[in-house]
């Protein structure tokens, strides 16, 4: 079990952050400090409304609440359209973040998600942690976001995880973390269900030996 680590987790939008790795939250937080960033509001792109919007948000800060991890930190970069930004922008912001904080372990998404800022916000996070002086960071892990990742399969190159966290303790903690994003929420068979987050880790948990698990790709350790 991870002990007195800092560990940050960098999510495109509001919502990824307990699809990709919820119960890994729910697992690490009492031993262990979390700071989440959220790159985009997640809304701007499908509706000007600034009530979806601000809706989007109170969801975010409820949960964040019950989650008692601290606030999260919002960039407010233009939500799904972070590849017509530099990207050397969002890496410096990235860099403000991890200079600041100083994480040994960071989440992200997987490189081939179907969502373009899915796809940024891992090359970003990849060009930001690179292995330099005075870069904490010594273990990346990528993770999956139903109605996204298993989509995403124009580039022929499926999420195919090597490293498992057990959920069984925390599942229902994750599904009812996933409930404060009621907006985002669809019924089954959509991937983006509750039944559907519940299935992924059971599936993942078969994968593994648990009965519930969450999978990541390793990206990247170092080991001083």
């Known amino acids: ?7 940050l987790v960098i999510a495109a939008h509001p919502d990824d952050e307990i699809l990709g790795c919820g119960g890994t939250i729910f697992k690490l937080k009492k031993n262990n400090r979390f700071k989440i960033i ?14 979806k919007i601000l809706k989007r948000k109170k969801e975010c800060e409820k949960l964040f609440k019950y989650l ?15 590849d017509k930004l ?41 060009t930001a942690c690179r292995p330099i002086k005075n870069v904490p960071v010594k273990k990346i892990l990528s993770f999956e976001v139903l109605s996204s990742t298993e989509w995403g399969v124009f580039k022929k ?16 903690n994750k599904i009812n973390a996933m409930k404060f994003y009621k907006s985002e929420l ?13 299935a992924l880790a059971k599936f993942r948990g078969i994968s593994s030996g648990f009965k519930f698990a969450e999978g990541f790709m390793l990206v990247r350790e170092l080991v001083d």
């Not at 530099?86 to 969502?115: D, G, R």
């Not at 669809?186 to 519940?198: T, V």
């Open 186 to 198: 669809k019924n089954y068979p959509h991937s983006r269900s509750l039944k559907a987050i519940e």
């Open 68 to 82: 008692k991890i601290g606030k999260p930190t919002f960039f407010n970069l233009p939500d799904n359209q972070l």
């Open 1 to 7: 079990m991870l002990k007195n680590k800092k560990i």
């Open 157 to 172: 190159k499926t999420f195919q995880p090597n490293y498992y966290f057990e959920i069984d303790k925390e599942i229902k």
């Open 38 to 51: 959220f790159l985009t509001n997640g809304v701007s792109a499908r509706s000007k409304n600034k009530d």
């Open 86 to 126: 530099p990207l050397l922008k969002i890496v410096k912001e990235i860099e403000k973040v991890i200079k600041s904080f100083k994480p040994e372990i960071v989440f992200t998404h997987y490189e081939n998600c179907l969502n373009i800022d899915h796809q940024i916000a891992y090359r970003a996070t990849i």
